[in-house]
């Protein structure tokens, strides 16, 4: 099949975590033989960011790791949606694009063929309703949902005619064991954002590294000057923005790793881990999250990774995987085997083609 991507950025993961899915999928479909053409805005705000910190090297980095992925850079104003979507058999539209690219792409979709789907893997139907309702969605085949919830909320509200259940997950052939020198004990990569987190980072990360005396290493982008302040005052090193490309080896260079969910995931969007989670239980890394309720049963908690209620039972978990290497094999094993059984992007593009055949 044909397929068409509009998305925010396949180039620029630069505080852009569906760029890791994206990437894991459209190259599982290309090896299943579809031709898949990725289309991104040539201003998008994170290839903006990208090139602005860190120069046209970054892009020229990316394509060294990922030679085979290819995007396509527009300008809204001049493009021409005819000859882009009229040999398509799949076009889908992520919830990071231009409410009016998304109207011409449905007004599009009245006079032609291709099956149309929308793509949704972010918590604006909650923390921002109004935005997402403003998308017009009437000409559009369904919605993917990157979670239970979030496909309930699109058909509960009206937003969609029909929506499914599409995960994300790990891209196994980029996120696998590496094995190096185990340098640190804790690395945590993360973005701070718009202190959507700040209180739950300090509980379930700062302080206990701080109070555990363990060597670790902080790697992410918007981290305002309170936020830096607090890192160096838990004798954390910041090692600022890295390619996602990379986290693998950061992973192999450390004993464990946590995972403090956003407080839209923990709170109102229940079964949604995002793409941390997957990356880093594939990478064969022992992890510790803070809370958040796997409603939909994609792991066993407690077995694929260790769950903190609070701070101290946080500090418990880190001080039990640091004196006892053999519990914390065991449980990194039983993370990566659960992700590689069930959660890689060759498990997604496998189901969006199934999605893909329903009437």
């Known amino acids: ?17 569906n760029a890791h899915f994206l990437r894991g999928v459209v190259g599982e479909l290309m090896s299943l033989g579809h031709d898949v053409r990725v289309m991104e805005p040539s201003d998008g705000w994170s290839l903006t960011n990208l090139r602005g910190s860190q120069g046209e090297a970054a892009v020229e980095a990316f394509h ?22 009229d040999a ?37 139907a909650v923390s921002a309703p109004e935005e997402m309702a403003a998308f017009d969605l009437s000409n559009y085949d369904g919605v993917l949902a990157f979670g239970e919830v979030l496909r309930r909320i699109y058909e509960e509200r009206g937003w969609a005619a029909r929506a499914w259940t599409w995960h994300e997950a790990a891209d196994i052939r980029m996120f696998h064991p590496q ?29 206990p590294v701080h109070e555990l005396q363990l060597r670790a290493r902080i790697f992410g982008v918007r981290y305002p000057p309170e936020a830096l302040a607090a890192v160096e005052r838990a004798h954390i090193e910041y090692g600022g923005w890295v390619a996602n490309y990379r986290v693998p080896s950061l992973f192999a260079s450390a004993r464990f790793t946590v995972h403090v969910p956003r407080r839209f995931y923990s709170e109102q969007l229940p079964g949604i881990p995002t793409i941390r989670v997957f990356e880093a239980l594939a990478c064969g890394i022992p992890l510790v999250c803070a809370p958040w309720e796997d409603s939909e049963s994609l792991f066993v908690p407690g077995e694929d990774f260790l769950v903190a209620r609070d701070g101290s039972e946080m500090r418990d978990h880190l001080r039990r995987l640091q004196a006892e290497p053999d519990f914390a094999q065991a449980i990194a094993l039983r993370g990566i085997s659960t992700v590689r059984a069930r959660h890689t992007c060759a498990h997604r593009a496998r189901e969006l083609l199934s999605i893909c055949k329903q009437e």
Not at 3 to 14: E, G
Not at 109 to 121: A, G, P
């Open 88 to 124: 398509a058999d799949v076009v889908i539209v992520h919830e990071w694009n231009d409410p009016v690219l998304v109207k011409r792409i449905g007004d599009h979709r009245r006079r032609s063929r291709f099956q149309l789907l929308f793509h949704d893997t972010h918590h604006r």
């Open 1 to 17: 099949m044909r397929f068409v991507l509009f998305y925010h950025s396949l180039l620029s993961d630069w505080n852009h975590g």
């Open 179 to 207: 094995e190096l020198p185990k340098s640190l004990d804790l690395v945590w990569i993360g973005n701070w954002g718009d202190g959507e987190r700040a209180r739950e980072l300090q509980n379930f990360l700062l302080d």
């Open 64 to 85: 060294t790791a990922y030679p085979q992925l290819r995007s396509e850079l527009y300008e809204l104003e001049t493009l021409d949606l005819e000859p882009v979507l």
